[in-house]
């Protein structure tokens, strides 16, 4: 990739089931893992990620099945599954000597991220959210035409073959859409950011569709599991969102505080896109997070 970020270096690091995941770095101290959403890379943290090295080891990777880490075939919905992409951040702290370390998650990595705190409280001391709700939360307020907004939620819970050929078919158009759409300020996602997160996305459409696919099946079934035991996010929970909570016809904030015992709630003016459209909020609220 030509794009780099000052002051951080890029390696490949194995993970516990043999995936090897992309991850951009710098800084020094405790750990802070940030995790991209879609359609993007780590990338999207090239405004927020040296702000916060100034406090943290500040740790930046392609999920699996995205940008440059690795890709595997989806043998079953575990190999997606939130779940397993969760202990994939675990083994990645475990290659480089954290016990604990906070964690932040965007997108896709903000549902990997909420599993990560669910199923390693010991080792999740702090957990960011930006603009979602709960895997279970997400189908049970989509509803009527208001549920257009998350079209490709439903196309890439089919069964596998046609999901894959029909986005394969218009990649840059399909993967484009969202990064149009999605930003209240275009500008925020340059044109050669733009460029690397249509490639990335281009060469990952099994494994992110299998991603998503996962989002439909088992992943609920997790979330089902710990909602019926009890069990709660117990560290220190920021969650950030678009105010688009009231436009869909719920209240977000009121859906994540059954699931979090320490949350603080915001909305922000920006786009999806939060990290790159306003990077200084983004990296203030983080940062207020960790002193928590």
């Known amino acids: 990739m030509g794009i ?30 940030l995790l991209h959403g879609f359609p993007q890379t780590n990338l999207m943290w090239r ?15 392609d999920l699996r099945g995205y940008g440059a880490s690795g890709k595997p075939v989806a043998v079953d919905e575990n ?63 989509l509803h009527g035409v208001s549920a257009a907004v998350a079209f490709h939620l439903y196309l890439m819970a089919q069964p596998p ?3 894959e050929r029909m986005i394969a078919a218009e990649a840059d158009a399909f993967f484009g859409h969202f990064l149009d759409s999605w930003a209240n300020d275009p500008g925020a996602i340059p044109a050669d ?19 998503y696919r996962a989002t439909a099946t088992v992943d609920i079934t997790h979330d089902q599991a710990d909602l019926d035991a009890g069990n709660r996010l ?26 979090a015992t320490d949350l603080e709630h915001f909305t922000t003016r920006a786009g999806h896109f939060m990290a790159e459209e306003a990077p200084g909020d983004v990296a203030t609220l983080i940062l207020d997070l960790m002193k928590r």
């Open 4 to 33: 780099t970020v000052p002051g951080f270096e890029t390696r490949q690091i194995g993970v516990a089931d043999g995936v090897e995941l992309n991850v951009t770095m710098g800084g020094h101290g405790p750990a802070l893992v």
């Open 47 to 61: 405004h927020v990620g040296p702000v916060l090295a100034e406090h943290r080891t500040v740790l930046c990777p």
């Open 79 to 141: 190999t997606y599954s939130k779940r397993t992409m969760a202990a994939d951040i675990v083994g990645l702290a475990d290659a480089l000597g954290f016990g604990e370390f906070a964690l932040v998650g965007h997108d896709r990595g903000a549902h990997v991220a909420f599993r990560a705190g669910l199923d390693h409280p010991d080792r999740v001391s702090h957990l960011g959210i930006l603009d979602i709700v709960p895997t279970l939360d997400t189908w049970n307020v």
């Open 161 to 163: 073959g046609l999901p």
């Open 193 to 211: 950011v733009r460029a690397e997160y249509l490639r990335s996305c281009r060469d990952a459409v099994p494994s992110i569709v299998a991603d």
């Open 234 to 259: 117990t560290m220190p929970v920021m969650v950030l969102q678009q105010d688009w909570g009231s436009q869909l016809g719920f209240d977000a904030a009121s859906i994540w505080r059954p699931w």
